[in-house]
Nanobody, 121 residues
Framework: QVQLVESGGGLVQAGGSLRLSCAASGTISRINDMGWHRQAPGNQRELVAVITNNGRTTYADSVKGRFTISRDNAKNTVYLQMNSLKPEDTAVYYC???????????????WGQGTQVTVSS
């Protein structure tokens, strides 16, 4: 099977930076898109950024120019560099991956457990 484990969340002051990591493990055959979503209290989960397996990226308008998504295909890991953080970036951040494991007949959308990011004003 496939598991995703996030790390790197925490508390930071407005204007600061954090780097999130998400490593996929298990009997992985291939991973297509990897991405980050976030969910603030009382809000729906929203897309933050997505990266394809050949490096093409897409960002939410609210994070363009401040966040950078990247991945290391050899390590099955996706990163989210977050700069110029704002209090409105406070949320639980979840990574996800479109993954194919040995024994599966199709790709599955796998989610991590989430990591808290809190930005103080």
């Amino acid at each position: 099977q496939v598991q995703l484990v996030e790390s790197g969340g925490g508390l930071v002051q407005a204007g600061g930076s954090l780097r999130l990591s998400c490593a996929a493990s298990g009997t992985i055959s291939r991973i297509n898109d990897m991405g980050w979503h976030r969910q603030a209290p009382g809000n729906q989960r929203e897309l933050v950024a997505v990266i394809t397996n050949n490096g093409r990226t897409t960002y939410a308008d609210s994070v363009k120019g401040r966040f950078t998504i990247s991945r290391d295909n050899a390590k099955n890991t996706v990163y989210l560099q977050m700069n110029s953080l704002k209090p409105e970036d406070t949320a639980v951040y979840y990574c996800n991956a479109d993954a194919l494991a040995r024994g599966w007949f199709s790709y599955r959308n796998i989610w991590g457990q989430g990591t808290q990011v809190t930005v103080s004003s």
